[in-house]
């Protein structure tokens, strides 16, 4: 290859230009099967040699050069969009869940303050004793040793309080197996 002060000569970059667009084009478009993406690939891959053209240095043949950038360009080009397309995604994805969550926030403050009130309709050793089961995700044993009572006891006060919060939220239970679905769908899959 021919060099001067500046590296590549325009003469011999436009004969090299001239003489491997074509074929490299081709190679480029099997590779993204898009025919301007594959033209715009091989420009740049001629761009950026012409400003790499005082420093560069190519080891192997300029036909080995040239077919090696076009490949790195187009995988490179390749990758971006997966990127651009998964961003898409996530974009759109958000959008609707958050749609959906603005829903499933109002159910969910309206199932709780039910949930709230049908606690309140418990005697108060009945609503402690479901309390720590529940929200303190406390074992019998532990209620029982806490509480002073017997294992038998916690069992037969939470079966009453499960009894009651059935009863009272029996108009509310499709809509809380739906949250629960809804909460849970992840780990369903």
């Known amino acids: 290859m021919e060099l001067n002060q500046q590296g590549i000569s325009e003469k ?3 004969n090299v230009y001239k003489a491997h667009f074509k074929a490299l084009h081709a190679y480029a478009n ?3 099967t898009d025919y301007e993406h594959a033209e715009e690939m091989v ?3 001629f761009l950026k040699l012409w400003e790499k053209r005082a420093n560069i240095e190519i080891n192997s043949s300029i036909q080995a050069y040239l077919y090696r950038s076009v490949y790195n360009e187009s995988i490179n080009f390749l990758k971006h969009e997966k990127v651009k397309q998964a961003h898409v995604s996530f974009v759109k994805h958000t959008m609707t869940e958050s749609s959906n969550n603005h829903h499933k926030d109002i159910d969910t403050k309206e199932l709780e303050g039910k ?3 049908a606690l309140n309709k418990l005697p108060e050793q009945c609503r402690t004793i479901f309390q720590l089961s529940r929200y303190e995700e406390l074992k019998y044993k532990e209620i029982a040793e806490r509480l ?3 294992v038998k006891t916690i069992e037969n006060q939470m079966g009453k309080a499960l009894k009651i919060m ?3 939220l ?3 239970l499709p809509t809380l197996w739906i ?3 809804c909460l849970f769908k992840d780990f369903i899959k």
Request: no cysteine; net charge neutral; charged share 15%.
């Open 148 to 150: 002073q009572l017997s």
């Open 12 to 14: 011999v970059f436009e």
């Open 170 to 172: 029996a108009a509310y």
């Open 166 to 168: 059935r009863a009272e």
């Open 43 to 45: 420009q740049q891959v």
């Open 30 to 32: 099997s590779i993204l």
């Open 179 to 181: 949250v629960l679905i």
């Open 115 to 117: 949930i709230r009130i």
